[in-house]
């Protein structure tokens, strides 16, 4: 018994450090897709997480890094001090980072969830690969006035967590604007690109939309989601399938379905929902006008049968969400800004595919059959039909936006 039982005490320890180091993975794992880190940090058919992927910016371009543990190509020689720097100061063993890294907004993750995340990223395979070099325009490239854009703009104020919250509305509050960093993208950027406004700062513009990849990365203040028809049940379901009747995801925000929101729990779903809606009152139904908008828009309503009717249908309640959502119910027609009514129309949407079952039909582009005037037609014949259009969209925005697309490349092989 003397040689057996510290034999047993030694095999009990050991499973329970292992179950100990089980858990803190998984834990991180977790927090890795509420960060929706893979999404970033890997390149078109790469393996996750090993970077290359490209970040277009107005001083070049940027590609992400390999944060698997690799000693050489990764972040195999951080230690979790280092790491810890990393995310919250935006310090990097080989200088600043970047603020596409967004620690603008993980400076706000909790040193917990940080020692997690370093335990996950530590215990995943080292995959040597280096993504390609960074092409940026001087002085973008000297990393050293990084420091000064820091002191200009890193904000060093902790999380605002207002008392009167409940604390669902609280942990709603964290996902978002920490782990979440749904700021990043849903906040307009100044001339330096960087937010104007953080949680911590009070600013109207924070999470007021931005363009970003040809899209608007909507408003997503609580009344600007009220207007544009969301709710809890409607936006339970977008968070978790990427459709609703409500409108359908693409481009940046479907991978954030796809890699991140559809995998939290549904209690961490509910908390975003609560913090988004912020408890504001439903707005009453936008009413269809249809009759009104013909008689205003006759030529957009006879693109809308000719171009759109066979898919959306011709009152505008559409077939399936897999195939052609309602346009009658639609949130983008309802969005103060009509910028991606007209994208959507100008460049097409891709088909997707999550998996052998869940699939989601494409559309065609139709910049080159439709000119500005017939696309200021149609998108107001169907914001006046089913938005309630506060005001209209003229030829020359369409123009613009047709202008801004084809320069950044978003038009190119779309002829259909």
């Not at 058919?45 to 070049?60: A, I, L, Y």
């Not at 997690?116 to 973008?140: D, I, K, Q, T």
């Not at 809606?277 to 439903?282: I, T």
Request: with cysteine; glycine share 10%; hydrophobic share 40%.
């Amino acid at each position: 018994m003397s040689m057996r039982t510290p034999l047993c005490l030694l095999l009990a320890l050991c499973f329970a450090q292992w179950a100990v180091a089980q858990t803190e993975f998984e834990r991180g794992r977790y927090l890795a897709a509420a960060g929706d880190c893979v999404a970033c940090h890997t390149a078109a058919n790469g393996r996750p997480f090993t970077g290359g992927r490209p970040f277009v910016t107005p001083f070049g371009t940027l590609y992400s890094t390999n944060i698997t543990p690799d000693e050489k190509t990764g972040i195999g020689q951080y230690t979790l001090e280092q790491f810890t720097a990393s995310m919250h100061r935006g310090k990097g063993l080989h200088g600043n980072l970047y603020p596409a890294m967004p620690y603008t907004s993980y400076r706000l993750v909790s040193d917990e969830d940080i020692a997690a995340l370093f335990h996950y990223f530590m215990n995943l395979p080292a995959v040597e690969n280096s993504p390609p070099a960074n092409r940026l325009m001087f002085p973008a490239n000297l990393r050293f006035g990084l420091s000064f854009w820091n002191w200009l703009y890193l904000d060093d104020e902790p999380l605002a967590q207002p008392e009167g919250k409940s604390a669902e509305w609280q942990r709603g509050n964290y996902l978002v604007n920490a782990l979440g960093h749904c700021g990043e993208c849903h906040t307009p950027r100044n001339f330096a690109f960087a937010m104007k406004g953080a949680p911590s700062m009070g600013s109207d513009e924070y999470l007021a939309g931005n363009v970003l990849e040809g899209w608007d990365a909507v408003d997503i203040r609580p009344h600007a989601l009220r207007r544009q028809g969301w709710d809890r049940a409607h936006l339970q379901e977008l968070f978790t399938t990427g459709s609703s009747e409500r409108g359908t995801l693409f481009g940046e925000m479907y991978r954030v379905v796809d890699h991140s929101l559809r995998h939290l729990s549904g209690d961490d779903r509910n908390a975003i929902i609560t913090y988004l809606l912020d408890e504001s009152e439903p707005l009453p139904a936008v009413p269809n006008n249809t009759g009104a908008a013909s008689e205003r828009f006759p030529q957009g309503r006879g693109d809308f049968v000719a171009y759109c009717a066979g898919c959306h249908g011709r009152g505008g309640g559409g077939i399936t969400l897999a195939f052609a959502p309602a346009m009658a119910s639609n949130s983008s027609l309802r969005a103060d800004s009509a910028h991606n009514a007209v994208a959507v129309i100008l460049r097409g949407l891709p088909a997707q595919r999550r998996d052998r079952i869940q699939a989601r039909a494409g559309m065609p582009s139709f910049h080159r059959e439709l000119d500005d005037e017939r696309v200021a037609g149609l998108v107001n014949f169907m914001r006046t039909a089913w938005g309630g259009a506060r005001q209209e969209v003229t030829a020359a925005d369409v123009a613009e936006i047709r202008r801004a697309l084809d320069d950044e490349g978003y038009l190119t092989g779309n002829d259909q």
